[in-house]
């Protein structure tokens, strides 16, 4: 049986500002890093027998590791589009927005809907690629959202919508709203 996986497919090309100046600090301190592990891989280098020197199999690898994310980081940044301003309508579900949920067992969660390359940014980060961000993009407070799982049809009901920086994201409601 061959190796052969088809391509994944593109996740969506937008982030908010926050996430983008995030994902350029990264590529400045990889590249920092980056000229650090070179100085440690020649200095191990020049120890002699490379084939049984675990520090420069080490640092060979560290090497190719950075190297990758600085390829992707150099092939996305200009890719991704900024969203910089919130939406017009904020009483719907759109990039960016801090939602609350709620299911009938009256678990809540909250989340925030960002692009795919910061989801791992933000505490609650969800990617709108996801299912859950996919069927929240477009409802209001109120509102129920059905998602498939795996594990069967999850519902969930939206408690709140907001749209405050990710540095200071509101606190959930402490009552379900009434309807």
């Not at 980081?73 to 719907?92: A, I």
Request: one cysteine or more; aromatic letters at 8%.
């Amino acid at each position: 049986m061959g190796r052969y996986r088809p391509p994944q497919p593109k996740s969506t090309a937008i982030i908010t500002a926050w996430g983008f100046a995030q994902l350029q600090r990264e590529l400045k301190a990889i590249w920092k890093k980056r000229a650090e592990v070179t100085q440690a891989l020649a200095a191990a280098a020049a120890e002699g027998d490379r084939s049984e020197n675990a520090e420069y199999i080490y640092r060979k690898k560290e090497l190719r590791e950075l190297d990758r994310r600085i390829r992707y980081l150099q092939k996305r940044l200009p890719d991704l589009q900024v969203v910089r301003e919130r939406p017009t309508d904020e009483s719907r579900v759109r990039f960016a927005a801090w939602v609350w949920l709620e299911n009938a067992a009256e678990e809540r969660a909250c989340y925030r809907l960002v692009g795919p390359d910061e989801t791992g940014l933000h505490p609650g980060g969800i990617s709108v690629d996801a299912p859950l961000a996919k069927a929240l993009l477009g409802k209001g407070v109120d509102d129920e959202v059905q998602v498939r799982t795996p594990a069967g049809t999850r519902e969930w009901w939206l408690l709140a919508i907001h749209y405050q920086p990710p540095e200071a994201p509101p606190s959930p409601p402490a009552e379900p709203m009434e309807q």
